[in-house]
């Protein structure tokens, strides 16, 4: 017996319904004066299919707990299932017919499902006669499946549906911007369609796709005549389809329609291939724009995904750093090192040639003697030198460009590490740089002074 609270849940359940359905409608009138009043979900923009789809998804599902209240509140349980359309249900049909007992007779005549061959008279018959389990199927059916219109009608026989002749693959759906968006392509013998949606793995989150690690999934098909007369009329119902704008298409325009609603409904749908554009588009592909390409189409789209979901742009960021910081060091040790010549010519001005110190500083890099010092800074080490007894030479000065090198494995395991990253994921990004290779080359500018202590001799003149 329906209580209190029950009629309290049954308002409140219809006011979110008709707030649900206001902002849905309202939506689609802005659609309907940018496309016209028959356009197709395939030709929005990806933010507006969205959007759309997230509308109409909260009000059907408002709409269903509307159906599940009726079902387990009312003395009639799922006999209302029964050939009555689930849009009245959730639209028209009042507490007090609701909560009717079964013997009495409703205030009104419910309206036939579109395409239902179930009479009225035949509810209270059907629903004492069915299995749990079938009522359980119809109501699946009914109220799940059923978009908020009304179904659509079964296709009359005489209305013609041609498999067109395309020999290449062409896009029939998604975006203009496929690689970020997604596409459906077909391509067709004039016997069987061929169906292949690409998926975008980021519209499920940066997150997830960092965790499948490559762009794209796909969904494919394959759909022939009778495939598309057999499961026409509960595909076009789930895209909502009007049946004049159906019957006013093109025998081979209704073919793609419907195989396209076929593959949004899951029909006969397997997994694809996953994986970057080249493991995803089949050969060249007349594409939305025009343009006919092969898997270079979405390239853009596989270099983004590295930037932004992989980590790439960083890596590779952390890469020229670390080349710099090693170029810094290489020519910081180059600059540092005390040869021959030097030692002869300090050793001539009176200097101890054994005692010949050479710092060089390049960038954040100081070597002593070809030796890189992690701990003292440029001046500390000068400082420390004066206060032992060294003197400073007129050797040194301004190195205003220097050579130096960084070594590729060198700097993926230092970067690896810095980042926490995994060896061979900081190699691929590295060999994706144009100027990368096993000896990098590079230049920097410095710093450096040389310091000695004065021979005994020299000392004690």
């Not at 979900?41 to 990806?46: G, I, P, R, V």
């Not at 076009?236 to 419907?258: N, Y």
């Amino acid at each position: 017996m329906a209580t209190a609270a029950d009629k309290r849940q049954w308002d409140k359940l219809h006011a979110d319904f008709a707030r649900a359905e206001a902002a849905a409608h309202e939506f689609e009138r802005g659609l309907w004066a940018r496309y016209g009043g028959n356009f197709q979900t395939s030709w929005l923009k990806a933010g507006e299919k969205k959007k759309l789809e997230q509308l109409r998804d909260r009000a059907n599902k408002i709409g269903d707990k509307i159906i599940d209240m009726i079902v387990k509140v009312s003395p009639r349980a799922d006999a209302w299932l029964s050939g009555v359309p689930s849009h009245w249900l959730r639209r028209d049909l009042t507490w007090e017919d609701m909560i009717r007992p079964r013997g009495e007779s409703l205030s009104v005549v419910p309206p036939e499902a579109w395409g239902s061959s179930v009479g009225r008279r035949e509810i209270d018959r059907l629903n004492e006669s069915r299995t749990a389990k079938e009522r359980t199927m119809g109501r699946r059916v009914m109220s799940r499946r059923q978009p908020s219109l009304p179904g659509f009608p079964d296709i009359p026989e005489d209305l013609e549906i041609e498999i067109p002749n395309m020999p290449m693959w062409e896009q029939i759906g998604g975006d203009m911007n496929p690689g970020a968006y997604g596409a459906i392509l077909a391509r067709s013998d004039g016997d069987a369609i061929e169906m292949l949606e690409i998926q975008p793995v980021r519209e499920h989150g940066d997150d997830e796709a960092a965790e499948v690690g490559f762009p794209f999934w796909t969904r494919e098909a394959y759909y022939d005549l009778s495939d598309l007369q057999k499961d026409a009329k509960e595909a076009l119902s789930f895209i909502g389809m009007d049946q004049d704008d159906f019957e006013d298409l093109t025998p081979t325009q209704r073919a793609l329609v419907i195989a396209e609603a076929l593959l949004g409904y899951g029909t006969g749908v397997d997994e694809g291939e996953a994986g970057w554009s080249k493991d995803v588009v089949p050969g060249k592909v007349k594409w939305m724009s025009g343009e006919i390409a092969g898997p270079e189409y979405l390239e853009d789209e596989d270099e983004q995904f590295r930037q932004d979901v992989l980590g790439w742009g960083d890596i590779q960021n952390a890469l020229e750093e670390k080349v710099q910081e090693m170029v810094d060091e290489s020519a910081a040790q180059g600059w540092s090192q005390v040869d021959d010549e030097l030692a002869i010519d300090l050793e001539e001005e009176g200097y101890d040639p054994e005692t010949i110190v050479a710092v060089a500083e390049f960038g954040d890099a100081v070597a002593v003697n070809t030796d890189i010092e992690t701990e003292k800074t440029f001046a500390g080490i000068e400082d420390e030198l004066e206060s032992e007894g060294y003197e400073q030479t007129d050797k040194g000065g301004r190195i205003p460009s220097a050579e130096g090198y960084a070594y590729a494995d060198h700097v993926i395991d230092a970067v690896a590490k810095d980042l926490n990253k995994d060896v061979a994921t900081v190699k691929e990004a590295a060999e994706a740089l144009d100027w990368w290779q096993e000896e990098i080359p590079g230049s920097a500018s410095g710093y450096g002074s040389i310091w000695a202590k004065k021979s005994v001799s020299e000392a004690r003149s």
